[in-house]
């Protein structure tokens, strides 16, 4: 996944904080945001012609930046629980937290989210019966830094971490995991290297070819440009990007009891993607809300008893 960060700072050339009223301050953000997006497209455009391969490193990196915002750092645990530090297969440290007892269920969070985002999962689950289990993915929360520094990450990265996770705590009993981690979770039962008897894909992400093909236009990336970013990207996975597609990973049926929560009015993954993927796999079913958004869906009392019913059932 990707993200351009044209959030804005809030403070002057001085460094003072700007002072703003109330209906001036979105404003100034949103021209914020436009100029630094005007800059990264006039630095892109003038490199595609002169150093080609450098706009393409630099499109890469742009790729790998997480998002800002504090949408994303929201934190719905009922507690802290049992925090454990482990050891990525790349060497940094992951950082997981577990509460409960009995069998496994894990929180996969999305693209520049962190585990306390599925924290209302926690007490519902807990109660029934289940140790719950969070994971901060490189980059993301209180894990280490991605293997391409501050403020990056890599959707193999948040694979890794959950297999560094299942490594530890063994196989769930269900994996519930939310946008770009739905693709995370498919693609770890996927390969086999952890079993699981349920799977919930919260606002699935779409596929990747539509990913990059509106990263590109974000960015008006040029034709060379465009190519030089998908080989880059190809290369650090060791695989096609086509391999990531939800549709395909399920298609087959033999990924878990499946269940799929979109929101029809979801601004960051479509609902149409949710419906695809649950007409794609045998194994899912899928259910729509409706108001919740891509992020206020983890909240919803709602959604998280839908959830705990479709984990402990038989």
């Given at each position: 996944?990707?993200?351009?960060?044209?959030?804005?700072?809030?403070?002057?050339?001085?460094?003072?904080?700007?002072?703003?009223?109330?209906?001036?301050?979105?404003?100034?953000?949103?021209?914020?945001?436009?100029?630094?997006?005007?800059?990264?497209?006039?630095?892109?455009?003038?490199?595609?012609?002169?150093?080609?391969?450098?706009?393409?490193?630099?499109?890469?990196?742009?790729?790998?930046?997480?998002?800002?915002g504090?949408?994303?750092?929201?934190?719905?645990?009922p507690?802290?629980?049992?925090?454990?530090?482990?050891?990525?297969?790349?060497?940094?440290?992951?950082?997981?937290?577990?509460?409960?007892?009995?069998?496994?269920?894990?929180?996969?969070?999305?693209?520049?989210?962190?585990?306390?985002?599925?924290?209302?999962?926690?007490?519902?689950?807990?109660?029934?019966?289940?140790?719950?289990?969070?994971?901060?993915?490189?980059?993301?929360?209180?894990?280490?830094?991605s293997?391409?520094?501050?403020?990056?990450?890599?959707?193999?990265e948040?694979?890794?971490?959950?297999?560094?996770?299942?490594?530890?705590?063994?196989?769930?009993?269900?994996?519930?995991?939310?946008?770009?981690?739905?693709?995370?979770?498919?693609?770890?039962?996927?390969?086999?290297?952890?079993?699981?008897?349920?799977?919930?894909?919260?606002?699935?992400?779409?596929?990747?070819a539509?990913?990059?093909?509106?990263?590109?236009?974000?960015?008006?990336?040029?034709?060379?440009?465009?190519?030089?970013?998908?080989?880059?990207?190809?290369?650090?996975?060791?695989?096609?990007?086509?391999?990531?597609?939800l549709?395909?990973?399920?298609?087959?049926?033999?990924?878990?009891?499946?269940?799929?929560?979109?929101?029809?009015?979801?601004?960051?993954?479509?609902?149409?993607?949710?419906?695809?993927?649950?007409?794609a796999?045998?194994?899912?079913t899928?259910?729509?809300?409706?108001?919740?958004?891509?992020?206020?869906?983890?909240?919803?009392?709602?959604?998280?008893?839908?959830?705990?019913?479709?984990?402990t059932?038989?």
């Open positions: 996944m990707s993200a351009v960060d044209t959030s804005a700072s809030g403070t002057s050339a001085s460094g003072t904080t700007a002072p703003a009223t109330p209906t001036r301050a979105p404003r100034r953000r949103q021209l914020a945001s436009r100029a630094r997006l005007a800059y990264v497209r006039g630095r892109l455009r003038v490199l595609s012609v002169v150093a080609p391969r450098v706009a393409g490193a630099e499109a890469f990196a742009l790729w790998c930046t997480l998002p800002g504090t949408g994303r750092r929201k934190d719905y645990r507690h802290t629980g049992e925090v454990v530090e482990l050891t990525s297969p790349r060497g940094g440290r992951v950082v997981a937290e577990a509460w409960g007892d009995g069998p496994v269920v894990y929180l996969v969070h999305g693209w520049g989210g962190w585990r306390g985002q599925l924290g209302a999962f926690v007490g519902p689950l807990v109660d029934a019966g289940h140790r719950v289990v969070a994971v901060d993915a490189p980059g993301h929360g209180d894990s280490d830094p293997v391409l520094g501050p403020r990056r990450g890599t959707l193999v948040v694979m890794e971490a959950l297999e560094t996770v299942g490594a530890r705590f063994g196989d769930p009993v269900a994996v519930v995991a939310h946008s770009m981690g739905t693709t995370a979770a498919s693609m770890v039962l996927s390969a086999g290297s952890m079993r699981a008897d349920r799977l919930v894909l919260i606002a699935p992400n779409h596929d990747f539509d990913i990059l093909g509106e990263f590109a236009r974000t960015l008006r990336l040029s034709d060379r440009v465009q190519t030089l970013l998908r080989a880059a990207l190809e290369e650090f996975a060791e695989r096609p990007l086509s391999d990531f597609d549709g395909p990973l399920g298609a087959d049926g033999q990924l878990p009891q499946t269940l799929v929560v979109h929101d029809r009015r979801d601004k960051e993954t479509p609902f149409a993607v949710g419906r695809s993927v649950a007409a796999w045998p194994t899912a899928l259910v729509a809300t409706d108001g919740l958004g891509h992020q206020r869906i983890l909240r919803d009392e709602a959604t998280i008893e839908l959830v705990v019913q479709h984990v059932a038989r």
